[in-house]
């Protein structure tokens, strides 16, 4: 937290706008507004998973239809699909970002549409704040008018040729988790330059309320909205989000230094101009001779240090089995390789010797 959180949630307490609307939900619209800039329009809900069902549903991905998926992602990504009675097709990543590989993507609409169904929506996802191809995977959706959906749930404070991730598709969604960049203890928004549909996020995620006196509905709704006490917190981040965007970049940075002398530890990292990574988490993958991620990562659990692989592919998992897969072997290996190391904002300088000393101790290398 930064020291604005609680003046703002003392507000919601002090004016009792406890509730899921308010000044609070509107003021934190507002500043990702114009954070964001581009003409972006902003609903804030309860959750990014909330906010990729609502994508999804205004987007009219509906039961039977497919909607293409990156396969290395956190599970929230797909299982909106599920919701809605629809089923992912996984694409494989591409190495440079990780993220969704164009070509295998366009390989999977040609094929889907030649079995009979053209794709419903596309979801590219920004894992670890890294900027997908964003610009290639935009030119072949419309080469094919598929509508994309932006998971920048990772990826707030990030931008690909200097415009905000998440601000490229038909709609973007953001995350405001406890382990997010920002956060609001839970939390999502669904950004859009489309007036339109972040005026249905909001009026179908507050129960879709027809005007009327009573209680009228012509829609079926949900609950999804933000509460005024969390979007508090929210305005509260706002105001240290570049800073937070400093601080995980510094993580980075750090770390990339101290292991520039071993041989064998590649990090994801920004793969030309253009590209420009909050860095949310620092990943790397693991190629050092006779020694593996595993290895790597019990060394580390064992000296009291906390870090995880990446995400396992969906296409790997048994929830996803039935699936239809476009791709290789890359997010498979990956997956198989890849750490993500310690990368919170409040690090200190001495936790980061300490991580990066026992990285070195582990692999069996002087410091750097
Ligand atoms: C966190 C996350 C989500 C889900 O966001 P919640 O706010 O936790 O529902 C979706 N996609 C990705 C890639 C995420 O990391």
Known sequence: MGEKEIVYV???????????LGPNVNGFEHDLEAYLGNNVH???????TAALHMALIILGVKAGDEVICQSMTFA??????????????????????????????E??????????????????????????????????????????????????????NGKPVGTFGDIGILSFNGNKIITTSGGGALISKNPEFVHKARFLGSQALDPAPHYQHSQIGYNYRMSNVCAGIGRGQMEVLPLRVQQRRNNYQFYKKAFAGIEGIEFL?????????????????VKVPNFTREDLRLCL?????????????????????????????ISERLFEIGLCLPSGSNLTEADLERITTTVCDCVGVPVS
């Open 10 to 20: 003392q507000e919601a307490f002090a004016s009792n706008w406890i509730a899921p």
């Open 42 to 48: 902003v609903a804030a809900l309860s959750s990014g």
């Open 76 to 105: 929230a990504s797909a299982n909106p699909i599920v919701y809605q009675g629809a089923t992912p097709v996984f694409v494989d990543s591409e190495e440079s970002t990780w993220n969704m590989s164009p070509e295998f993507m």
């Open 107 to 160: 390989l999977a609409i040609k094929d889907r549409i030649q079995k009979g169904k053209k794709p419903k929506a596309i979801i590219v996802v920004h894992l670890y704040g890294m900027p997908a191809r964003i610009d290639e995977i935009m030119a072949i959706a419309h080469k094919y008018e598929i509508p994309v959906v932006e998971d920048a749930a990772e990826a707030l404070g990030s931008t690909f």
């Open 269 to 285: 990292e920004e793969p030309g101009k253009g590209y420009f990574s909050n860095h949310w988490l620092t990943a790397i993958l």
């Open 301 to 329: 659990t064992g000296n009291n240090i906390d870090c995880r692989p990446l995400w396992k592919p969906m296409h790997l998992q048994s929830v996803f089995a039935d699936a239809p897969y476009y791709g290789s072997d």
